[in-house]
Nanobody, 123 residues
Framework: QLQLVESGGGFVQPGGSLTLSCSAS?????????IGWFRQAPGKEREAMSC???????KYSDSVRGRFTTRRDTTKNTVYLEMNSLNPEDTGTYYC????????????????WGQGIQVTVSS
């Protein structure tokens, strides 16, 4: 079954950029999965940020649209989240998640989750 591991987190100054990776492993075909990125800031609920799937264009939340870009490399079984113009409100634990579907689900419910990785934006 699908297993996901995030990498690429760390510390960045406001206005900077960071790219997260979500590496998939296990007995699966990545093309058959929608992959979402989520963020949980301290003391706040988990927030959906993006989704990419084989059908349709990537989806983004209002808070990250125009600053974040998600893309997939099926040859590497990896989905990326490229984050630009970062600000302190982007600080949090970032998760990628998968769901066996060819399109981004409207309910943003995902069944497989990575362990999360920390991103800190501060001067």
């Amino acid at each position: 079954q699908l297993q996901l591991v995030e990498s690429g987190g760390g510390f960045v100054q406001p206005g900077g950029s960071l790219t997260l990776s979500c590496s998939a492993s296990g007995f699966f075909v990545l093309d058959q999965y929608a992959i979402g990125w989520f963020r949980q800031a301290p003391g706040k609920e988990r927030e959906a940020m993006s989704c990419i799937a084989m059908t349709g264009s990537p989806k983004y939340s209002d808070s990250v649209r125009g600053r974040f870009t998600t893309r997939r490399d099926t040859t590497k079984n990896t989905v990326y989240l490229e984050m630009n113009s970062l600000n302190p409100e982007d600080t949090g634990t970032y998760y990628c998640a998968g769901r066996h579907t060819s399109f981004c689900p409207r309910d943003f419910l995902f069944s497989r989750w990575g362990q999360g990785i920390q991103v800190t934006v501060s001067s």
